[in-house]
């Protein structure tokens, strides 16, 4: 199964677990996602599935890696983890394809604390999760009838009751956090050696769980940006295959120079530092552009 380099380990994990080959690929210079070109160079007679990573927010091409699915005969599984809310021309994360899996863990923009939600376009398949989900049973038939291999993946009431209510307020925060990120970008505009994340004109709404970029001196900039007390992280410290588990268990890696780059200059602040009013979102843009040196 094709996975990006650039996500958090679950991604490739999930690959693991059911005993399939994760294959590594690069992601694109500023999406931050899935490159559709090294996806399909990948695909081998062996491959089963897509997983796209809609990594911050920003849905990955879906123009270009639906129709490559389709050609080949794959499943595409989109990992929404970072997305709830973000549409693509019009159409939520998680409803693009065959499955969507999102986090409700606790650093993301909806969170119970932990859990999270599987989401299908098919109906076959969504009643084989909601089984394996609920112990093996059935929906509508009996409580001790058990089909096939499952286990208790429930999220609980309370989380749910939790999740309902933070559902009614997403809108809101995500056109706040779209303000801002539209103010930031203008604050820093031309500022040399630094560029945002761009996100493609087909998607109509970004739940910005992070703001992404890239710096000359990312290091430097990461340390000067923290002292004046703005939360950055400076991207992870290895594309998925540079994980201990992926140097010692089966994996594919395809070349991911993007990637590799990516881990010695780029950053995220999350969407906790996007929620600010506008006298503090220019307060963050003036500490980014102090902290790139210009
Ligand atoms: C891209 C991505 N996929 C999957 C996950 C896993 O979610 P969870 O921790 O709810 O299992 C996370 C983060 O936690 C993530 O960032």
Redesign the pocket.
Known sequence: MIVPAI??V??AMAVSRVGATPVFVDIEELSFNMDPERAAAAITPRTKAIIP?H?GGAIADMDRLLPLAEEHGLAVIE?A??AHGSEWRGRRAGSLALAG?F???N??VMTAG???ILTSNDAGFAERAWSIMDQGRRVGEGWFHHYILGSNYRITSWQAAVLLAQLERLPDQICRRTRNVALLRAELDGVPGLALQKVPQQQNVNSWYLLLGRVRERDEFHRALTAQGVPCTPFYPHPLYGNPLYQESNCRVEPCPVSEACVRDAFWLSHRALLGDEETTRQVAAAMRQASGA
Do not use: P
């Open positions: 996500s958090f679950s991604t990573v990594f990992d983890a970072h899996s986090s409700f863990q650093s993301k932990e859990g999270g």
